[in-house]
Nanobody
Framework: VQLQASGGGLVQTGGSLRLSCAPS????????MAWYRQAPGKQRELVTS???????NYADSVKGRFTISREKAKNTVDLQMNSLKPEDTGVYYC????????WGQGTLVTVSS
């Protein structure tokens, strides 16, 4: 499975961004899709995930602000990020788990204060 992430950019505190992850296969054929992020000097961390059944999971730090969704028409898994904070800054990666794990390239999100 190949993954193409897009949508990163520079935004001010309180702003919004929408990331998209496009897999090379149907999003509904993948067991789990997830978004991770890695801030400068920190370890990569799980932001959110969604299963093939539609169950979602969010890191406490993003609950109520971020929403993961599967977009059937685009065949993407999107991450809508609202009320962004400087601590949300980092490289965001999408991951697919279909037996084994596949990682996309990162997309940089920078939130200025």
């Amino acid at each position: 499975v190949q993954l193409q992430a897009s949508g990163g950019g520079l935004v001010q505190t309180g702003g919004s961004l929408r990331l998209s992850c496009a897999p090379s296969t149907s999003i509904f054929a993948i067991d789990v899709m997830a978004w991770y992020r890695q801030a400068p000097g920190k370890q990569r961390e799980l932001v959110t995930s969604i299963t093939s059944g539609g169950s979602t999971n969010y890191a406490d730090s993003v609950k109520g602000r971020f929403t993961i969704s599967r977009e059937k028409a685009k065949n993407t898994v999107d991450l809508q990020m609202n009320s962004l904070k400087p601590e949300d800054t980092g490289v965001y990666y999408c991951k697919a788990k279909q037996g084994i794990e596949y990682w996309g390239q990162g997309t940089l999100v920078t939130v200025s204060s």
